[in-house]
Nanobody
Framework: QVTLVESGGGSVQPGESLTLSCTVS????????AAWYRQVPGKERELVADIAKGATSATNYADFVRGRFTASRDNAKKMMYLEMNDLEPEDTAVYYC?????????WGQGTQVTVSS
């Protein structure tokens, strides 16, 4: 079992950048697949980026963030990151990190990102 805590959210203007962090506690984080999701009120939680387990940590991105966001993980430090550049008002949401095994999924509490002029 792992516990996830997001940090780094805040309010920025369009075009600015933020980097979110996810601190993971627990064992064997390297064995978990990981991901970043986001959710706005009234809508379903949507996938932002998925980071595979393993040495390559291959990452897949949602079309709406490809080229602007970079997701990464550091298994030794038990950390995940989401670097967000060129933010748009449509990126306003609560962002969650996620770690999962085939039969278990763990979520952080979320961190608010607001993009507004």
């Amino acid at each position: 079992q792992v516990t996830l805590v997001e940090s780094g959210g805040g309010s920025v203007q369009p075009g600015e950048s933020l980097t979110l962090s996810c601190t993971v506690s627990g064992r064997f984080f390297g064995s978990y697949s990981a991901a970043w999701y986001r959710q706005v009120p009234g809508k379903e939680r949507e996938l932002v980026a998925d980071i595979a387990k393993g040495a390559t940590s291959a990452t897949n991105y949602a079309d709406f963030v490809r080229g602007r966001f970079t997701a990464s993980r550091d298994n030794a430090k038990k950390m995940m990151y989401l670097e967000m550049n060129d933010l748009e008002p449509e990126d306003t949401a609560v962002y969650y990190c996620n770690a999962r095994l085939p039969t278990l999924t763990f979520w952080g509490q979320g961190t608010q990102v607001t993009v507004s002029s």
